[in-house]
Protein backbone atom coordinates (compact mmCIF):
# COMPACT_ATOMS: atom_id res chain seq x y z
CA UNK A 1 0.00 0.00 0.00
CA UNK A 2 1.70 3.12 -1.09
CA UNK A 3 -0.61 5.55 0.41
CA UNK A 4 -0.54 5.53 3.93
CA UNK A 5 -3.93 7.70 4.92
CA UNK A 6 -6.84 8.00 3.76
CA UNK A 7 -8.41 10.55 1.39
CA UNK A 8 -7.97 14.00 3.25
CA UNK A 9 -11.45 16.20 3.76
CA UNK A 10 -11.41 18.47 1.28
CA UNK A 11 -8.57 21.19 1.91
CA UNK A 12 -8.49 23.52 -1.15
CA UNK A 13 -6.35 26.45 -0.80
CA UNK A 14 -8.05 29.85 -0.80
CA UNK A 15 -5.67 30.37 -3.76
CA UNK A 16 -7.59 27.55 -5.65
CA UNK A 17 -10.82 29.09 -4.25
CA UNK A 18 -9.97 33.00 -5.91
CA UNK A 19 -9.27 31.30 -9.29
CA UNK A 20 -12.72 29.29 -8.91
CA UNK A 21 -14.90 32.27 -8.35
CA UNK A 22 -13.03 34.71 -11.11
CA UNK A 23 -13.91 32.24 -13.60
CA UNK A 24 -17.50 31.38 -12.08
CA UNK A 25 -17.32 35.44 -12.51
CA UNK A 26 -16.75 35.20 -15.93
CA UNK A 27 -19.08 32.65 -16.90
CA UNK A 28 -21.61 35.06 -15.23
CA UNK A 29 -20.62 37.60 -17.32
CA UNK A 30 -21.11 35.71 -20.38
CA UNK A 31 -24.49 34.42 -19.73
CA UNK A 32 -25.36 38.21 -19.54
CA UNK A 33 -24.91 38.66 -23.18
CA UNK A 34 -25.60 34.70 -23.96
CA UNK A 35 -29.41 34.02 -22.31
CA UNK A 36 -30.92 36.01 -25.01
CA UNK A 37 -30.16 33.54 -27.37
CA UNK A 38 -31.70 30.98 -25.66
CA UNK A 39 -34.91 32.63 -24.18
CA UNK A 40 -35.55 33.84 -27.29
CA UNK A 41 -38.27 37.25 -27.10
CA UNK A 42 -40.88 34.25 -28.03
CA UNK A 43 -39.93 32.83 -24.93
CA UNK A 44 -40.20 35.55 -23.00
CA UNK A 45 -43.86 36.51 -24.09
CA UNK A 46 -44.77 33.26 -22.96
CA UNK A 47 -43.46 33.74 -19.50
CA UNK A 48 -46.29 36.73 -19.07
CA UNK A 49 -45.85 38.98 -16.06
CA UNK A 50 -42.50 37.61 -15.24
CA UNK A 51 -40.59 38.09 -18.29
CA UNK A 52 -39.38 41.78 -17.12
CA UNK A 53 -37.93 40.76 -14.03
CA UNK A 54 -36.42 37.17 -15.34
CA UNK A 55 -34.99 39.75 -18.18
CA UNK A 56 -33.32 42.42 -15.65
CA UNK A 57 -32.60 40.08 -13.41
CA UNK A 58 -30.27 37.76 -16.15
CA UNK A 59 -28.81 41.02 -18.15
CA UNK A 60 -28.51 43.30 -14.60
CA UNK A 61 -26.75 43.26 -11.88
CA UNK A 62 -26.78 40.20 -9.29
CA UNK A 63 -28.63 39.86 -6.31
CA UNK A 64 -26.98 37.09 -4.74
CA UNK A 65 -29.24 34.95 -2.26
CA UNK A 66 -27.47 32.42 0.09
CA UNK A 67 -29.39 29.38 -0.32
CA UNK A 68 -27.91 27.65 2.31
CA UNK A 69 -30.09 29.42 4.50
CA UNK A 70 -33.16 28.51 2.87
CA UNK A 71 -32.09 25.06 3.30
CA UNK A 72 -34.51 23.23 4.75
CA UNK A 73 -35.02 20.71 7.46
CA UNK A 74 -38.26 19.58 7.14
CA UNK A 75 -40.24 19.08 3.90
CA UNK A 76 -42.48 21.97 3.92
CA UNK A 77 -44.53 23.05 1.35
CA UNK A 78 -45.87 25.83 -1.22
CA UNK A 79 -48.45 27.82 -2.86
CA UNK A 80 -46.93 28.58 -5.90
CA UNK A 81 -46.58 26.20 -9.25
CA UNK A 82 -43.23 24.34 -9.83
CA UNK A 83 -42.20 26.38 -12.87
CA UNK A 84 -43.19 29.93 -10.36
CA UNK A 85 -41.36 28.28 -7.33
CA UNK A 86 -38.40 27.87 -9.53
CA UNK A 87 -38.38 30.98 -11.24
CA UNK A 88 -39.02 32.41 -7.47
CA UNK A 89 -36.13 30.95 -6.20
CA UNK A 90 -33.69 31.63 -9.21
CA UNK A 91 -34.57 35.57 -8.78
CA UNK A 92 -33.76 35.07 -5.67
CA UNK A 93 -37.44 36.30 -4.06
CA UNK A 94 -38.57 35.81 -0.58
CA UNK A 95 -40.02 31.91 -0.94
CA UNK A 96 -43.65 31.31 0.58
CA UNK A 97 -43.27 28.24 2.47
CA UNK A 98 -44.69 26.39 5.65
CA UNK A 99 -43.60 23.35 7.25
CA UNK A 100 -45.76 20.39 5.83
CA UNK A 101 -48.59 18.74 7.48
CA UNK A 102 -46.96 15.10 6.55
CA UNK A 103 -44.20 14.07 5.09
CA UNK A 104 -44.63 11.85 1.73
CA UNK A 105 -44.00 7.96 1.40
CA UNK A 106 -40.15 7.52 0.71
CA UNK A 107 -39.10 7.27 -2.77
CA UNK A 108 -36.41 4.98 -3.24
CA UNK A 109 -33.99 5.31 -5.96
CA UNK A 110 -34.44 1.99 -7.18
CA UNK A 111 -38.85 2.82 -7.71
CA UNK A 112 -37.79 5.97 -9.37
CA UNK A 113 -35.17 4.08 -11.65
CA UNK A 114 -38.87 1.47 -12.36
CA UNK A 115 -40.64 4.49 -13.55
CA UNK A 116 -40.73 5.24 -17.70
CA UNK A 117 -40.24 8.73 -18.66
CA UNK A 118 -43.61 10.46 -18.68
CA UNK A 119 -44.13 8.97 -15.15
CA UNK A 120 -40.93 9.60 -13.87
CA UNK A 121 -41.50 13.59 -15.21
CA UNK A 122 -45.04 13.50 -13.15
CA UNK A 123 -43.80 11.90 -10.05
CA UNK A 124 -40.75 14.86 -10.14
CA UNK A 125 -43.12 17.21 -10.66
CA UNK A 126 -45.59 16.13 -7.58
CA UNK A 127 -42.98 15.01 -5.39
CA UNK A 128 -40.56 18.56 -5.98
CA UNK A 129 -43.56 21.04 -6.43
CA UNK A 130 -41.57 22.71 -3.53
CA UNK A 131 -38.22 21.98 -5.49
CA UNK A 132 -36.79 22.81 -2.11
CA UNK A 133 -37.46 19.56 -0.53
CA UNK A 134 -34.86 17.85 -3.09
CA UNK A 135 -32.48 19.62 -1.08
CA UNK A 136 -33.38 17.58 2.09
CA UNK A 137 -31.03 14.73 3.26
CA UNK A 138 -33.87 12.09 2.65
CA UNK A 139 -33.48 13.00 -1.21
CA UNK A 140 -29.66 12.68 -1.41
CA UNK A 141 -30.54 9.21 -3.37
CA UNK A 142 -32.50 10.73 -5.69
CA UNK A 143 -30.45 14.15 -6.22
CA UNK A 144 -27.42 11.93 -7.05
CA UNK A 145 -29.77 9.66 -9.86
CA UNK A 146 -30.84 12.85 -10.88
CA UNK A 147 -26.99 13.80 -11.93
CA UNK A 148 -26.31 10.72 -13.02
CA UNK A 149 -28.91 10.63 -15.52
CA UNK A 150 -27.96 13.80 -16.74
CA UNK A 151 -24.87 13.43 -16.97
CA UNK A 152 -24.68 10.20 -18.39
CA UNK A 153 -27.53 9.51 -20.75
CA UNK A 154 -29.50 12.72 -21.48
CA UNK A 155 -25.41 14.53 -22.08
CA UNK A 156 -24.99 11.80 -24.58
CA UNK A 157 -28.04 12.52 -26.51
CA UNK A 158 -27.55 16.30 -26.19
CA UNK A 159 -23.78 15.91 -27.24
CA UNK A 160 -24.81 13.80 -30.17
CA UNK A 161 -27.75 16.22 -31.12
CA UNK A 162 -30.63 13.66 -30.90
CA UNK A 163 -33.99 14.06 -29.99
CA UNK A 164 -34.34 13.90 -25.84
CA UNK A 165 -37.35 15.09 -24.09
CA UNK A 166 -37.39 18.88 -23.12
CA UNK A 167 -39.26 18.53 -20.39
CA UNK A 168 -37.47 15.73 -18.49
CA UNK A 169 -34.00 17.51 -18.66
CA UNK A 170 -35.36 20.60 -17.67
CA UNK A 171 -36.70 19.76 -15.04
CA UNK A 172 -33.55 17.74 -14.13
CA UNK A 173 -31.60 20.78 -14.96
CA UNK A 174 -33.55 23.11 -12.57
CA UNK A 175 -33.82 20.45 -9.63
CA UNK A 176 -30.21 19.85 -9.98
CA UNK A 177 -29.40 23.68 -9.54
CA UNK A 178 -31.60 23.43 -6.62
CA UNK A 179 -29.38 20.78 -5.02
CA UNK A 180 -26.21 22.89 -6.02
CA UNK A 181 -27.92 25.53 -4.24
CA UNK A 182 -28.73 23.79 -0.73
CA UNK A 183 -25.58 21.40 -0.97
CA UNK A 184 -22.68 23.64 -2.05
CA UNK A 185 -21.55 20.53 -3.89
CA UNK A 186 -19.64 22.05 -7.03
CA UNK A 187 -20.35 18.55 -9.19
CA UNK A 188 -24.16 19.75 -8.48
CA UNK A 189 -23.26 22.97 -10.43
CA UNK A 190 -20.45 21.98 -13.08
CA UNK A 191 -23.75 19.37 -14.66
CA UNK A 192 -25.22 22.98 -15.89
CA UNK A 193 -22.04 24.02 -16.57
CA UNK A 194 -21.54 21.26 -18.92
CA UNK A 195 -25.30 21.90 -20.21
CA UNK A 196 -24.77 25.63 -20.68
CA UNK A 197 -21.59 24.58 -22.79
CA UNK A 198 -23.48 21.96 -24.92
CA UNK A 199 -24.17 22.62 -29.09
CA UNK A 200 -26.51 25.27 -29.30
CA UNK A 201 -28.12 23.97 -31.26
CA UNK A 202 -29.61 21.23 -29.03
CA UNK A 203 -29.52 24.40 -26.45
CA UNK A 204 -32.20 25.78 -29.10
CA UNK A 205 -34.66 22.99 -28.36
CA UNK A 206 -34.75 23.73 -24.77
CA UNK A 207 -36.70 26.92 -25.75
CA UNK A 208 -40.08 24.88 -26.34
CA UNK A 209 -40.55 25.05 -22.15
CA UNK A 210 -39.78 28.57 -21.43
CA UNK A 211 -40.78 28.33 -17.80
CA UNK A 212 -38.38 25.84 -16.92
CA UNK A 213 -35.78 27.41 -19.39
CA UNK A 214 -35.87 30.44 -17.53
CA UNK A 215 -36.01 28.93 -13.86
CA UNK A 216 -32.96 27.53 -14.99
CA UNK A 217 -31.04 30.02 -16.54
CA UNK A 218 -31.91 32.34 -13.27
CA UNK A 219 -30.98 29.35 -11.02
CA UNK A 220 -28.00 29.41 -12.96
CA UNK A 221 -27.11 33.01 -12.93
CA UNK A 222 -27.68 32.81 -9.29
CA UNK A 223 -25.52 29.74 -7.89
CA UNK A 224 -22.28 31.43 -10.44
CA UNK A 225 -22.47 34.31 -8.29
CA UNK A 226 -22.22 32.31 -4.70
CA UNK A 227 -18.87 32.64 -2.93
CA UNK A 228 -18.32 29.47 -1.36
CA UNK A 229 -17.59 26.77 -3.92
CA UNK B 1 -0.17 -16.44 -11.57
CA UNK B 2 -1.61 -16.78 -14.93
CA UNK B 3 -2.37 -12.71 -16.30
CA UNK B 4 -4.01 -11.55 -19.51
CA UNK B 5 -3.59 -8.01 -20.41
CA UNK B 6 -6.86 -6.81 -21.95
CA UNK B 7 -5.61 -4.05 -24.58
CA UNK B 8 -6.87 -1.98 -26.92
CA UNK B 9 -4.17 -2.61 -29.16
CA UNK B 10 -1.14 -4.65 -29.57
CA UNK B 11 1.02 -1.76 -29.13
CA UNK B 12 -0.77 -1.05 -25.45
CA UNK B 13 -0.53 -4.42 -24.78
CA UNK B 14 3.27 -5.41 -25.14
CA UNK B 15 4.20 -2.02 -23.19
CA UNK B 16 1.96 -3.11 -20.24
CA UNK B 17 2.87 -6.82 -20.82
CA UNK B 18 6.65 -5.93 -21.25
CA UNK B 19 6.39 -4.29 -17.40
CA UNK B 20 4.22 -7.30 -16.08
CA UNK B 21 6.43 -9.67 -17.28
CA UNK B 22 9.21 -8.96 -14.28
CA UNK B 23 6.78 -10.53 -12.05
CA UNK B 24 8.75 -13.78 -11.00
CA UNK B 25 5.78 -16.32 -10.90
CA UNK B 26 3.93 -14.02 -13.26
CA UNK B 27 2.51 -16.22 -17.08
CA UNK B 28 1.55 -13.30 -19.17
CA UNK B 29 -0.88 -12.93 -22.11
CA UNK B 30 -1.51 -10.29 -24.70
CA UNK B 31 -5.66 -10.20 -25.54
CA UNK B 32 -5.87 -7.81 -28.66
CA UNK B 33 -9.53 -6.08 -28.93
CA UNK B 34 -11.22 -4.91 -31.75
CA UNK B 35 -12.96 -2.27 -29.41
CA UNK B 36 -14.83 -0.06 -32.67
CA UNK B 37 -15.67 -3.28 -34.68
CA UNK B 38 -13.05 -1.87 -36.94
CA UNK B 39 -12.64 -3.22 -40.50
CA UNK B 40 -8.91 -5.52 -40.82
CA UNK B 41 -7.87 -2.72 -43.25
CA UNK B 42 -8.01 -0.07 -40.78
CA UNK B 43 -7.76 -1.70 -37.67
CA UNK B 44 -4.11 -3.08 -38.67
CA UNK B 45 -3.06 0.15 -40.26
CA UNK B 46 -4.19 1.78 -36.98
CA UNK B 47 -2.08 -1.17 -35.26
CA UNK B 48 1.39 0.22 -37.47
CA UNK B 49 0.72 3.68 -36.55
CA UNK B 50 0.27 3.25 -33.27
CA UNK B 51 3.53 0.62 -33.08
CA UNK B 52 5.62 3.63 -34.93
CA UNK B 53 5.00 5.84 -32.00
CA UNK B 54 5.52 3.97 -29.53
CA UNK B 55 8.67 1.38 -29.79
CA UNK B 56 11.11 1.13 -31.98
CA UNK B 57 9.95 -1.98 -34.96
CA UNK B 58 12.52 -4.54 -33.55
CA UNK B 59 11.65 -4.35 -30.00
CA UNK B 60 8.21 -4.80 -30.90
CA UNK B 61 8.12 -7.25 -33.34
CA UNK B 62 10.55 -9.06 -30.83
CA UNK B 63 7.68 -9.13 -28.62
CA UNK B 64 4.95 -9.94 -30.97
CA UNK B 65 6.50 -12.62 -32.30
CA UNK B 66 7.73 -13.92 -28.84
CA UNK B 67 3.67 -13.82 -27.33
CA UNK B 68 2.43 -15.07 -30.90
CA UNK B 69 4.80 -17.67 -31.23
CA UNK B 70 4.05 -19.46 -27.29
CA UNK B 71 0.33 -18.96 -27.97
CA UNK B 72 0.17 -16.32 -25.57
CA UNK B 73 -1.73 -13.71 -28.17
CA UNK B 74 -5.41 -13.67 -28.64
CA UNK B 75 -6.73 -11.23 -30.96
CA UNK B 76 -10.27 -10.60 -30.75
CA UNK B 77 -12.43 -10.13 -33.83
CA UNK B 78 -15.71 -9.58 -31.65
CA UNK B 79 -16.97 -8.31 -28.59
CA UNK B 80 -15.35 -8.59 -25.53
CA UNK B 81 -19.17 -9.78 -24.08
CA UNK B 82 -20.04 -11.90 -27.11
CA UNK B 83 -19.86 -15.71 -25.36
CA UNK B 84 -16.99 -16.54 -28.03
CA UNK B 85 -15.31 -13.86 -26.86
CA UNK B 86 -15.88 -14.84 -23.48
CA UNK B 87 -15.44 -18.43 -23.87
CA UNK B 88 -11.94 -17.71 -25.35
CA UNK B 89 -11.20 -15.76 -22.24
CA UNK B 90 -12.20 -18.78 -20.05
CA UNK B 91 -10.09 -21.15 -22.16
CA UNK B 92 -6.93 -18.68 -21.06
CA UNK B 93 -7.51 -20.49 -17.56
CA UNK B 94 -6.24 -16.51 -15.76
CA UNK B 95 -6.31 -15.86 -12.64
CA UNK B 96 -6.08 -11.93 -13.26
CA UNK B 97 -6.95 -9.60 -16.22
CA UNK B 98 -5.32 -6.01 -16.46
CA UNK B 99 -7.54 -3.55 -17.97
CA UNK B 100 -6.61 -1.42 -20.70
CA UNK B 101 -9.00 -1.17 -23.45
CA UNK B 102 -11.45 1.70 -22.61
CA UNK B 103 -14.48 -0.72 -22.39
CA UNK B 104 -16.62 -1.41 -19.40
CA UNK B 105 -16.93 -4.69 -18.61
CA UNK B 106 -20.32 -7.03 -18.20
CA UNK B 107 -20.39 -9.58 -15.61
CA UNK B 108 -19.37 -13.05 -17.73
CA UNK B 109 -16.43 -11.17 -18.95
CA UNK B 110 -15.70 -10.28 -15.59
CA UNK B 111 -15.94 -13.69 -14.52
CA UNK B 112 -14.14 -15.22 -17.61
CA UNK B 113 -11.11 -14.60 -14.73
CA UNK B 114 -10.42 -16.37 -11.82
CA UNK B 115 -9.77 -13.39 -9.69
CA UNK B 116 -11.28 -10.71 -11.68
CA UNK B 117 -10.11 -7.67 -14.13
CA UNK B 118 -7.82 -4.96 -12.63
CA UNK B 119 -8.47 -1.16 -13.65
CA UNK B 120 -5.76 1.51 -12.86
CA UNK B 121 -8.29 4.19 -12.10
CA UNK B 122 -6.45 7.82 -12.24
CA UNK B 123 -7.89 9.00 -8.59
CA UNK B 124 -7.94 8.11 -5.29
CA UNK B 125 -11.04 5.02 -3.96
CA UNK B 126 -13.01 5.61 -2.45
CA UNK B 127 -13.52 9.32 -2.80
CA UNK B 128 -12.56 9.90 -6.16
CA UNK B 129 -14.95 7.82 -8.70
CA UNK B 130 -16.17 8.23 -12.48
CA UNK B 131 -14.51 10.76 -14.78
CA UNK B 132 -12.28 13.53 -14.66
CA UNK B 133 -11.47 12.72 -10.91
CA UNK B 134 -7.98 14.12 -11.83
CA UNK B 135 -8.99 17.30 -12.03
CA UNK B 136 -11.37 17.31 -9.36
CA UNK B 137 -8.71 16.38 -6.86
CA UNK B 138 -6.71 19.00 -8.17
CA UNK B 139 -9.62 21.15 -7.94
CA UNK B 140 -10.24 19.97 -4.54
CA UNK B 141 -6.72 20.38 -2.82
CA UNK B 142 -6.89 16.62 -2.61
CA UNK B 143 -3.82 13.93 -3.63
CA UNK B 144 -3.70 13.05 -7.20
CA UNK B 145 -2.54 9.47 -7.61
CA UNK B 146 -4.06 5.70 -8.96
CA UNK B 147 -5.86 2.86 -7.39
CA UNK B 148 -5.49 -0.40 -8.90
CA UNK B 149 -8.36 -2.28 -7.60
CA UNK B 150 -10.57 -5.12 -8.56
CA UNK B 151 -13.51 -3.64 -10.73
CA UNK B 152 -17.02 -4.95 -10.81
CA UNK B 153 -20.26 -4.64 -12.58
CA UNK B 154 -20.44 -0.67 -11.75
CA UNK B 155 -18.21 2.60 -12.03
CA UNK B 156 -15.38 2.18 -9.85
CA UNK B 157 -17.47 0.41 -7.27
CA UNK B 158 -15.56 -3.00 -6.93
CA UNK B 159 -14.60 -3.76 -3.41
CA UNK B 160 -11.38 -5.24 -3.68
CA UNK B 161 -8.19 -2.65 -3.83
CA UNK B 162 -4.78 -3.42 -4.39
CA UNK B 163 -3.22 -0.73 -3.96
CA UNK B 164 -3.23 3.12 -3.85
CA UNK B 165 -0.74 5.49 -5.46
CA UNK B 166 -0.10 9.07 -4.48
CA UNK B 167 1.35 10.71 -7.49
CA UNK B 168 2.69 14.68 -7.59
CA UNK B 169 1.58 16.28 -10.47
CA UNK B 170 4.28 17.35 -10.44
CA UNK B 171 5.77 19.75 -13.52
CA UNK B 172 2.54 19.24 -15.62
CA UNK B 173 1.07 22.26 -16.09
CA UNK B 174 -1.92 21.40 -17.68
CA UNK B 175 -4.81 18.89 -17.53
CA UNK B 176 -3.62 17.12 -20.49
CA UNK B 177 -0.55 16.31 -19.13
CA UNK B 178 -1.26 15.71 -15.80
CA UNK B 179 -4.19 12.85 -17.21
CA UNK B 180 -1.39 11.35 -19.55
CA UNK B 181 1.38 11.52 -16.86
CA UNK B 182 -1.48 9.41 -14.80
CA UNK B 183 -2.19 7.16 -18.04
CA UNK B 184 1.41 5.96 -18.21
CA UNK B 185 1.78 4.87 -14.81
CA UNK B 186 -0.45 2.12 -15.56
CA UNK B 187 2.22 -0.32 -16.54
CA UNK B 188 4.46 0.31 -13.81
CA UNK B 189 1.33 -0.10 -11.17
CA UNK B 190 0.12 -3.23 -12.60
CA UNK B 191 3.30 -4.52 -12.02
CA UNK B 192 3.27 -3.53 -8.42
CA UNK B 193 0.29 -4.88 -7.99
CA UNK B 194 1.09 -8.16 -9.08
CA UNK B 195 4.40 -7.71 -6.93
CA UNK B 196 1.34 -7.07 -3.87
CA UNK B 197 -1.16 -9.61 -5.19
CA UNK B 198 2.14 -12.71 -4.84
CA UNK B 199 3.39 -11.94 -1.78
CA UNK B 200 2.74 -13.68 1.33
CA UNK B 201 -0.10 -11.95 3.42
CA UNK B 202 -1.31 -9.81 1.34
CA UNK B 203 -4.64 -8.37 2.17
CA UNK B 204 -7.19 -6.04 0.13
CA UNK B 205 -7.95 -3.10 1.28
CA UNK B 206 -11.74 -1.78 1.16
CA UNK B 207 -13.25 0.57 -1.52
CA UNK B 208 -15.75 1.76 0.74
CA UNK B 209 -18.02 3.69 -1.79
CA UNK B 210 -20.20 5.75 1.19
CA UNK B 211 -17.12 7.57 1.68
CA UNK B 212 -16.74 8.84 -1.88
CA UNK B 213 -18.40 10.45 -4.28
CA UNK B 214 -18.96 9.69 -8.33
CA UNK B 215 -17.60 12.27 -10.33
CA UNK B 216 -18.85 12.99 -14.03
CA UNK B 217 -17.20 14.56 -17.27
CA UNK B 218 -16.02 18.18 -16.07
CA UNK B 219 -16.93 21.01 -18.18
CA UNK B 220 -14.86 23.30 -20.24
CA UNK B 221 -15.12 26.41 -17.43
CA UNK B 222 -13.41 24.14 -14.61
CA UNK B 223 -10.86 22.24 -16.98
CA UNK B 224 -9.90 25.87 -17.42
CA UNK B 225 -9.42 26.70 -13.97
CA UNK B 226 -7.46 23.10 -12.85
CA UNK B 227 -4.87 23.93 -15.79
CA UNK B 228 -4.84 27.80 -14.26
CA UNK B 229 -3.94 25.69 -10.78
CA UNK B 230 -1.40 23.24 -12.01
CA UNK B 231 -0.06 26.84 -14.10
CA UNK B 232 0.19 28.83 -11.05
CA UNK B 233 1.73 26.06 -8.82
CA UNK B 234 4.70 25.40 -10.92
CA UNK B 235 5.44 29.08 -12.56
Same mark, same amino acid.
Given at each position: ?21 ? $? ?26 ? $? ?124 ? $? ?25 ? $? ?25 | ?9 LAAGIR?AT ?11 I ?24 F????Y??KL??Y ?44 ? =? ?35 ? =? ?30 ? *? =? ?9 ? *? ?6 ? =? ?33
Amino acid at each position: MDLETGVSECARPDRHQKILRT $ALLQRRAELRKAWRHLLTVECLKQLGST $APYVAAYLSGKDGFRDWQMLSLRQWTDCDASLPEMLISIGLGENIACRPSAGVPAVFTCANFKKLSGKHRLEALCVRYRCPLNIGLESEAEIAEELLRQLMVADRTRLEAEAEFDVDDVLLKLNLI $AVCAGTKRDLRFLDALNYFFELPQRSL $ARLGRKPHFLAGWLCLYAQLLCAPDW | MRVAVIAASLAAGIRIATEVERVPSVDVSIVCCNLEMRSPLIRWLRECGLALKSFRWQTYITKLWAYAHSGKLVILNQPLDDPTTVERLRALQCDVGLHAANVIYREATIAA =FQLGILNAHIGILPGYRGRSVAQWSVLRGDPVGTTVF =FIDGGIDTGSRIVLRAVIPSGENTNVRALKTM *L =FDCDARLYRKA *LEALTSEG =FAYEYNDISHGKRYYVMSRILNEVVDTILGSRTS
